[in-house]
């Protein structure tokens, strides 16, 4: 019977599916169940920058000091060290309650704050830590360059203060993709998780206001991904971890076979439930048997662009056959 263990961050897990940051994995209750259902890791659902920022506004507002700008900074201070304790607590309980590895996650978008909350959920015992850096490029007046230097100065100041593994979660609007991904490795990150899904937007043209949009993902949504983990796989001293758009095991095998490590679920466990995890699994090594593979390695990278006999078809040449009907 084929082998689904497999290693991520040099985490050793027993298969590849891990849930994603969510609401699923938000309480020790969906932590457990994630465990039960047959995942190999977890990543628990993400504090906010903004979460942090506004509970420290509350506590300053409250605080009457007027001209003492020392204590203003110590409540400000004393704000930011006390609104996570919920959050280490979770990252705690978790790694007591289940064997599998347990990622932190922090979403943020500037090097803020980061690297104490980093130790202390280190402390805390995560296994490792996944930095979903939201940083959107809509500033006319940010360049690509400032873009990317708040990825670069946030991995470098959080690798520099702890040592447990470090995965950054990249959104794909990057300029030069493939040049950020390498400089993510170069500067410490781990891992790379292939791609975000952005809050999704919508409007409602009969109130003419701003709505939200669908909040899952399809299989179709995958096919951003599948590109780009193929285009980076082999190519960056980084592990791979794929997200967005993963709803089954056939799914699963083409990230894999694409260069993937790991795939991170949620959409489909949302609208399948947990339990869905153990069929993802069972059609992922019926289809290993199928082929006569015994171990993940045996087929992970097969068809990324590096080890392609036409490299070619993974870039321009698929648009032009499309396009044109070149032959």
Known sequence: MAELKTTYMGLELRNPVMVASSGLTGNIEGVKKAEGAGAGAVVLKSIFEEQIDAEVAQITAQSWMPGHAEAFDYVHGMGYA??????????????????????????????????????KIEQAGAHGLELNISVMPSDPKRTSNDVEGIYYDIVESVKSRIKIPVAVKLGSCFTALGHTAGELSKRGADALVLFNRFYSLNIDIEKMEVTAGYPFSSSGD??????????????????????????????VVKLILAGAGVVEMASALYTKGMEHIETV????????????LTSLDEFRGRLSQERADNPELYDRLQYIKAIVGLE
């Open 82 to 119: 006390l609104t996570p304790v919920k959050y280490l607590d979770l990252v705690s309980q978790a790694r007591d309650a289940v064997s599998i590895p347990v990622i932190a996650s922090l979403n943020c978008i500037s090097g803020k704050w980061w690297t104490d909350y980093a130790e």
């Open 222 to 251: 995958m096919s951003h991904t599948l590109r780009w983990v193929a285009l980076l796989a082999g190519r960056i001293d980084a592990d791979i971890a794929a997200s967005t758009g993963i709803h089954d095991a056939s799914d």
């Open 281 to 292: 699994l069972e059609g992922l090594q019926k289809w290993m048997d199928k082929h006569g």
